[in-house]
């Protein structure tokens, strides 16, 4: 076992008293009135009452650390405070008009957001998720290239919408009905349960326990995905594609690195073929891996359609598709309309995330409280058997929960008691404004608590 000696931190701020209907009620009203399709964690679910920062608070008062941020979406803290003015003054003076008008808050924010991002990528659409972003994703690159074949990797989330579900490749998601016509995935090139990976491979401060005889400049991991990945070009499209979608780091499936030059090689290849390249930055944009503000720029590469949500508007409901002027005008040779997507509201709230980002200095928090979390999480996995990789960058982390480690053998879950809830823990995920310094992995493991659910043996 661990022993530690690690505590809650004092929290100042005191939440409103629960008002609301009693916790029995809400179960009831739950399983006659709520979708059974939307599940919940813990034997005793969590009735959550107010959100302050990183902390949480449950309706009888209890304290949590929020490590989830509400599915890695909470990227400046609940209820941010220049977050939540910006948005209280918005109400009071314009909610909603649709884009057949013109308003300020959506052309400010147009122009914040893609100063952020590379040349040519400054050609916005405003959606309201990331499946609606990455849908719209794919329908850009299919008008564009005139082709229809997209591809994607296995054990890839890209939402749930009837066009993204065929790119979405994690059995949990997947129902039994017709999805995924012109969808094709391909090997992921995963160090670490793939049959190649090495102990130089990742973009992370953590490398696998898996060793590699590789020269400096040399990856044969990467040289035996890339050949996988041709296989794919040569076997299972047509000659010319749409295009090719991946997040920089897999999140859904479980913090997923590839070597270091795949992604670089593999656009290549795409592009060589008449597709675009596509990066979801649902869950790695905002500076969530540290180093960079988005997640393609530490792969080195330039994608010609950025996919954006999660983090883009701290929880409000927003998204966006970011792209070259040339292929957004694919869009325009017909309507194209949003009713919803970039209201004033929603601007107003994207353009203040940005600037706490920045003001708070969250990008540079995910790399130094991220690293240290690694680094940290990295002894256990060398002292304890349960821990078969610890692998990330920034506060996107995985720690991947084994019962043999170098046979790689997960956990079931339905058997352990490693997914007991923690007492004053909430939750399973990293999010950059998380402060609170990696000294809480110990009472973490102690506790019997995973940050998050991942994967396709999750469940």
């Known amino acids: ?17 629960y008002k609301s209907y009693p916790y029995e009620r809400m179960q009831k009203i739950r399983e006659q009135n709520i979708s059974p399709s939307l599940r919940m964690y813990y034997k005793k679910p969590l009735l959550l009452h107010q959100g302050h920062m990183q902390w949480l608070f449950d309706y009888e008062g209890q304290r949590y650390l929020d490590l989830f941020a509400g599915i890695v979406t909470v990227s400046v803290g609940h209820c941010h405070p220049k977050v939540t003015v910006a948005a209280q003054k918005q109400l009071g003076r314009l909610w909603h008009t649709a884009n057949i008008y013109m308003h300020p808050s959506i052309h400010e924010y147009a122009e914040k957001l893609t100063s952020l991002l590379p040349d040519p990528l400054k050609v916005v659409y405003l959606t309201n998720s990331g499946s609606e972003a990455n849908d719209l994703a794919m329908f850009m690159a299919r008008l564009y290239t005139r082709n229809f074949d997209i591809i994607s990797f296995r054990g890839a989330y890209h939402g749930g919408s009837p066009y993204t579900l065929g790119l979405t490749s994690v059995g949990l998601y997947k129902h039994s009905v017709a999805n995924g016509f012109g969808c094709s995935t391909t090997m992921l090139p995963d160090v670490f349960r793939g049959p190649w990976g090495g102990s130089h491979c990742r973009d992370s401060p953590v490398q696998t326990v898996r060793k590699c005889s590789c020269s400096e400049g040399v990856c044969h991991a990467n040289d035996q995905y890339i050949e996988q990945f041709k296989d794919t070009l040569n076997t299972s499209v047509p000659k010319t594609i749409a295009g090719f979608i991946a997040e920089p780091i897999q999140g859904v499936n479980g913090a997923v690195q590839y070597p270091r030059r ?15 390249c596509i990066s979801d930055e649902v869950q790695t944009g905002f500076g969530r891996t540290g180093s960079h503000f988005w997640g393609f720029e530490t792969h080195g590469v330039v994608p010609d359609i950025v996919t954006l949500a999660k983090g883009i508007g701290n929880g409000f409901p927003m998204a966006a598709v970011v792209t070259t002027k040339d292929i957004a ?24 995330v940005l600037d706490a980002i920045e003001e708070d200095g969250l990008q540079k928090n995910s790399e130094d409280v991220g690293t240290y979390m690694l680094l940290e999480l990295a002894k256990l996995r060398d002292e304890f058997e349960v821990v078969g990789d610890v692998r990330g960058k920034g506060l996107m982390i995985g720690v991947e929960m084994v019962t043999d480690k170098f046979l790689q053998i997960y956990v079931n879950q339905k058997k352990s008691a490693i997914f007991r809830p923690a007492k004053s823990l909430l939750l399973f995920s990293l999010s950059p404004d998380c402060q609170y310094r990696a000294r809480l992995v110990l009472l973490v493991l102690t506790e019997l608590v995973i940050f998050y659910l991942y994967g396709n043996f999750s469940i």
Do not use: D, I, W
Not at 4 to 11: L, N
Not at 331 to 347: R, V, Y
């Open 262 to 276: 795949f992604l670089k090689e593999a656009y290549q290849l795409v592009r060589e073929r008449g597709g675009v």
């Open 1 to 17: 076992s661990v022993s530690t000696q690690a505590k809650m931190p004092t929290c100042n701020f005191v939440p409103e008293k």
């Open 329 to 352: 005008s694919s869009l325009a040779q017909n309507l194209h309309f949003n009713t919803f997507g970039g209201s004033p509201l929603a601007c107003v709230v994207g353009a203040a």
